[in-house]
């Protein structure tokens, strides 16, 4: 199942990259790092939980119209 959660993620991420400039672009970043930040956590990766869990406040702060 961590599997199947990790590459949906990474699949959204590169989806997100094309539409970064979209509010649609970053709401499917902020899911594909959600997804990948369960395999992080799985995985034991604190650097990447901390880079992930950046990022979307990042992206939401953008969503929200800073």
């Not at 990790?6 to 699949?11: E, I, L, Q």
């Not at 649609?24 to 901390?50: D, F, K, P, S």
């Not at 880079?51 to 969503?63: D, P, Q, V």
Request: proline share 0%; glycine share 12%.
């Amino acid at each position: 199942m961590i599997t199947l959660i990790a590459w949906s993620g990474s699949f959204m991420m590169v989806g997100a990259s094309f539409m970064m400039g979209e509010n649609r672009g970053l709401m499917l970043a902020i899911a594909g790092l959600t997804c990948l930040t369960v395999q992080a956590i799985h995985t034991r990766q604190i650097n990447l939980i901390g880079l992930n869990i950046a990022s979307i406040i990042g992206f939401s702060y953008t969503l929200m119209g800073a």
